[in-house]
T-cell receptor, first 113, second 114 residues
Framework: NAGVTQTPKFQVLKTGQSMTLQCAQD?????MSWYRQDPGMGLRLIHY???????DQGEVPNGYNVSRSTTEDFPLRLLSAAPSQTSVYFC????????????FGSGTRLTVV | DQQVKQNSPSLSVQEGRISILNCDYT??????FLWYKKYPAEGPTFLIS?????DKNEDGRFTVFLNKSAKHLSLHIVPSQPGDSAVYFC?????????????FGTGTRLQVFP
C-alpha cells in the first residue's frame, strides 16, 4: 500500500516555465487536496477535489490549475512559474468524514529562479 | 484573515514534563478539529482529532481539549519525550456545512530536551 505518492521530490524552474506536480493515491479516497508550506505561513490550501470531475479553489489558488479525471490522480499545474511559488507542496487525501484526517504525501520542494 | 491561529511559534519542554500547545480559531462554522505532527522533509501525519460535540479526547500520551465558547483548543502531551520534537499543526473543518476542507494554523515547533 503506497499511500499518497508525489513526484518529483525536488524541482528547479525558471521564471515563466510551466510544470505539473503529480499526486497519486491508491486508497480509493474521494477527497484530495493540495497545500503549500511556507515559513511562518503554515499549510495553505491551494485547490481541493471531492471526487472525480469535481474541483474547487482553496485559500491561495492563483497561478495554479488542477483537474481530477480519475479517483487516483490529482495533478497540480503551475501555468507560468514565479519566484513567489517557491515552496514545499503537499498533496493529501482522505475518505469523506474520516476521523483520521488526511494522509499526506512526502512533498515536492519547488524552487523558482 | 487567518481563521486558525497558533500564536506560539516555538515551545521548549524538558523530557518527562507536560507540553501544552495552543490553537485559536475564528470561524464559528468549524466543527471538527485535528492535530498533525510534522518532521523535517516528511509530510504531516495525523495525531488526534476532536468533534465539536466533545470537549476532550485522549489517545495515550496525547489529549486534546476543546473550548467552543472561547474558540480555543489545546494539545497536551504527557509525559513529553525527545521523539515528540517536531512541528505541530492544528487544523479545522466545517463538516456540518458539507465540506471536509481543512484549514491549518501556522504551526508550533516543539523541542523536548533531556
Amino acid at each position: 500500500n503506497a499511500g499518497v505518492t508525489q513526484t518529483p521530490k525536488f524541482q528547479v524552474l525558471k521564471t515563466g516555465q510551466s510544470m505539473t506536480l503529480q499526486c497519486a493515491q491508491d486508497m480509493n479516497h474521494e477527497y484530495m487536496s493540495w497545500y503549500r508550506q511556507d515559513p511562518g505561513m503554515g499549510l495553505r490550501l491551494i485547490h481541493y477535489s471531492v471526487g472525480a470531475g469535481i474541483t474547487d479553489q482553496g485559500e491561495v489558488p492563483n497561478g495554479y490549475n488542477v483537474s481530477r479525471s480519475t479517483t487516483e490522480d490529482f495533478p497540480l499545474r503551475l501555468l507560468s512559474a514565479a519566484p513567489s511559488q517557491t515552496s514545499v507542496y503537499f498533496c493529501a487525501s482522505s475518505y469523506w468524514g474520516s476521523d483520521y484526517g488526511y494522509t499526506f504525501g512526502s512533498g515536492t520542494r519547488l524552487t523558482v529562479v | 484573515d487567518q481563521q486558525v491561529k497558533q500564536n506560539s511559534p516555538s515551545l521548549s519542554v524538558q523530557e518527562g514534563r507536560i507540553s501544552i500547545l495552543n490553537c485559536d480559531y475564528t470561524n464559528s462554522m468549524f466543527d471538527y478539529f485535528l492535530w498533525y505532527k510534522k518532521y523535517p522533509a516528511e509530510g504531516p501525519t495525523f495525531l488526534i482529532s476532536i468533534s465539536s460535540i466533545k470537549d476532550k479526547n485522549e489517545d495515550g500520551r496525547f489529549t486534546v481539549f476543546l473550548n467552543k465558547s472561547a474558540k480555543h483548543l489545546s494539545l497536551h502531551i504527557v509525559p513529553s519525550q525527545p521523539g515528540d520534537s517536531a512541528v505541530y499543526f492544528c487544523a479545522a473543518s466545517a463538516r456540518t456545512y458539507n465540506t471536509d476542507k481543512l484549514i491549518f494554523g501556522t504551526g508550533t515547533r516543539l523541542q523536548v530536551f533531556p
